[in-house]
């Protein structure tokens, strides 16, 4: 595999870099001689002629790694020019391993947007890292607010650092450590080195760096937006050219081909780390503009603000503050998702409620079904289930409460998701279609509360609602138990009868994520009945919801906890307000109960388009003003379907 890259220039004149591969049947020349008994992968030396400023002490714990790293298969020059690159870039040269929140009141004001921090806080702040840490960090990546020390106590720490309690709680399970609760470990040079070689083993990463994917080794690293990989192609860049180019002669693997396609132009690589920085006007650098000018004009001001010599000229110094974490580590705490293993997040999670396993059979088909409308004579609910009913509680997902406040739990979290005026109105008949189809879920959560969501029957022994309804959700959830499925409930009434879960699904991604933030675009679950209710109630059908159904109306038909009398659906109409990818947003009035709700486009109330997931939170839009919605995608409906014929 050899990986050529190349630079273009886009409609908006930003500068990229745009790779593809050649699988090529020839050969690279992968054959050496034996190495010779004197000669060692990596050096101290060699190291600081990578970064002359690297700290001593951090470049002998590299030295001391060697098994470490035998271990953990960083045995060849491509993969520890690669894993260097990524440990130069997180560290800033491998000179601290603690993220360095000492920002200037221009610092700030350049790199963190007006929604993280507006200009009279930034003066308030400026120049005191633990504030600063504390205000960018203390919303974000698992932290549990402002007014902790969370933001402080979680900050950029290790080799390949780590941000955030999340991943600090993450990370610590897969290495037996107590980063949670010990946070200073990840910044001690053992443990944090241990850190990043564990981590860098347990996501493959060498195969990425011996196809010499420089990209793909970045997004492992930093996650999907590969933050960072500018300055990761320069320290490849100079860790290639300035060590391990010459290790061939002692006899050490042959990858020149692989490698010198990634060594690229460095001084395009800073003009783009300007343009990224904010410092340095694309337009400057096409035809017609004085390049060189505009080029000095960005370099001083970036060595105003820093306060180095204003010289306008790429100095060392200056490259070395580009190449800080600085200029990309403050996107990691808006847009950017946490690293994590590759793979297709929308695929299925099985959770085994009683023990019971079945094989899925062939895709089934997601078209609606009435199904005969029989109904019990008898149809009170039994005094266990009622007292349970009467007991529970609203379930919420961990995403929309963490913006209320360190400790927000679902029984003292106040949904924001009734947007006056209530346009709720109440469903007087349960015993039709499509209301009998649609059920009320009881179960218990994992501190032992009942809690409630709705859901929608989409065959006859299968109920689709949100992954919240049925696991905690992230790699540090669990999943609910004691499932108890009610449908068409009226009140007192179940006129279908309960049935209860043996078989649970949820998608992948809801499972794997490592925060909140992430896992809310993969909130969709599903639970398998010990009975076949859907002959009597019928079933919902189950479709894609397209791009150009932007703007069409919306209906969610669920049960919620808040209203008066307890037991009964409500019905909510809007219209959908924004879709992306994998969301969609609307204004239809809910509460708790109501998560995992069939959403129907007007005019369609027997196909479902959607499940409602949530109300409004955050700090940025869609989110803080809509509720929302796991939209139904091609992949989704593949999903559901396999759900359905197992």
Not at 235 to 253: D, I, L, N
Not at 319 to 338: Q, T, V, Y
Request: aromatic share 8%; glycine share 10%; proline share 4%.
């Amino acid at each position: 595999m050899i990986t050529c890259l190349f630079r273009q220039h886009n409609p908006n004149f930003k500068s990229i870099l745009v790779g593809f591969s050649l699988s090529l049947f020839i050969s690279i020349g992968f054959g050496h001689s034996a190495i010779a008994a004197d000669a060692k992968l990596l050096t101290f030396d060699e190291i600081k002629r990578i970064s002359p400023k690297a700290n001593d002490e951090f470049v002998q714990a590299f030295l001391d790694a060697e098994g470490d790293f035998a271990a953990a298969g960083i045995t060849t020059r491509l993969r520890m020019a690669h894993f260097l690159a990524q440990v130069m870039t997180e560290t800033g040269g491998m000179r601290r391993i603690d993220e360095n929140m000492n920002y200037s009141f221009a610092t700030l004001m350049r790199v963190f947007s007006r929604k993280t921090i507006s200009e009279a806080k930034a003066r308030e702040i400026a120049g005191k890292p633990r504030e600063i840490a504390n205000w960018v960090y203390g919303n974000r990546l698992g932290n549990r607010g402002r007014k902790t020390l969370d933001g402080w106590n979680y900050r950029g720490s290790g080799f390949i650092q780590l941000t955030g309690l999340t991943n600090f709680r993450v990370r610590g399970d897969e290495l037996g450590l107590p980063l949670e609760k010990n946070p200073e470990l990840a910044r001690q040079t053992r443990e944090g080195l241990q850190a990043a070689i564990a981590y860098w083993r347990s996501r493959n990463i060498n195969a990425a760096a011996d196809d010499n994917d420089v990209f793909r080794v970045r997004k492992l690293v930093n996650g999907p937006k590969a933050h960072g990989l500018d300055q990761t192609r320069i320290w490849f860049k100079q860790a290639w050219t300035r060590v391990f180019r010459a290790k061939a002669s002692v006899g050490f693997e042959g990858a020149e081909v692989l490698a010198e396609s990634g060594v690229l132009d460095e001084s395009a690589l800073f003009d783009d780390i300007l343009q990224e920085s904010g410092l340095l006007d694309p337009d400057a650098l096409e035809a017609g503009g004085d390049e060189a000018a505009a080029r000095a004009e960005a370099l001083r001001q970036f060595q105003r603000e820093l306060s180095l010599p204003e010289t306008g000229e790429l100095d060392e110094n200056t490259k070395l503050e580009l190449l800080d974490p600085r200029e990309w580590r403050h996107l990691d705490g808006s847009d950017a998702l946490p690293a994590r293993m590759e793979g297709d997040l929308d695929q299925t999670v099985v959770l085994e409620l009683d023990g019971a396993s079945t094989e899925a059979a062939d895709a089934a088909p997601v078209e609606p079904e009435k199904g005969t409308g029989a109904s019990f004579e008898n149809s009170d609910i039994t005094a266990e289930d009622l007292q349970a009913l009467e007991k529970a509680k609203g379930s919420y997902s961990e995403y929309e409460m963490s913006f209320s406040g360190p400790g927000v739990t679902s029984d003292d979290f106040e949904p924001f998701s009734v947007i006056i005026p209530d346009t709720r109105s109440a469903v007087v008949e349960t015993k039709s279609f499509p209301a009998r189809a649609i059920v009320q879920i009881l179960f218990r959560d994992n501190t032992g509360t009942q809690r409630l969501c709705s859901g929608s029957m989409v065959s006859s022994n299968t109920v689709l609602t949100a992954g919240h309804c049925v696991h905690s959700g992230t790699t540090t959830g669990q999943p609910y138990s004691n499932f108890r499925v009610i449908p068409g409930r009226n009140k007192s009434a179940a006129p279908f009868g309960r049935c209860k879960g043996r078989q649970a699904f949820v998608l992948s991604g809801w499972v794997t994520s490592l925060t909140p933030d992430e896992s809310r675009y993969y909130d969709l679950g599903a639970i398998k009945l010990d009975c076949e209710v859907g002959n009597a109630t019928g079933w919902l059908g189950v479709r894609t919801l397209g791009n150009g159904e932007n703007g069409v109306g919306s209906i969610v038909q669920g049960y919620a906890a808040d209203l008066d009398p307890s037991g009964q659906q409500w019905v909510s109409e809007d219209k959908i307000r924004f879709l992306s990818e994998l969301k969609g947003f609307y204004q239809n009035d809910t509460f708790g109960g109501t998560s995992g709700s069939p959403v129907f486009a007007t005019e369609t109330n027997d196909t479902l388009i959607g499940v409602h997931t949530n109300g409004l939170h955050g700090n940025e839009d869609p989110w803080k003003s809509n509720n929302a919605f796991t939209r139904i995608t091609p992949e989704r409906l593949a999903r559901i379907q396999e759900w359905i014929s197992r």
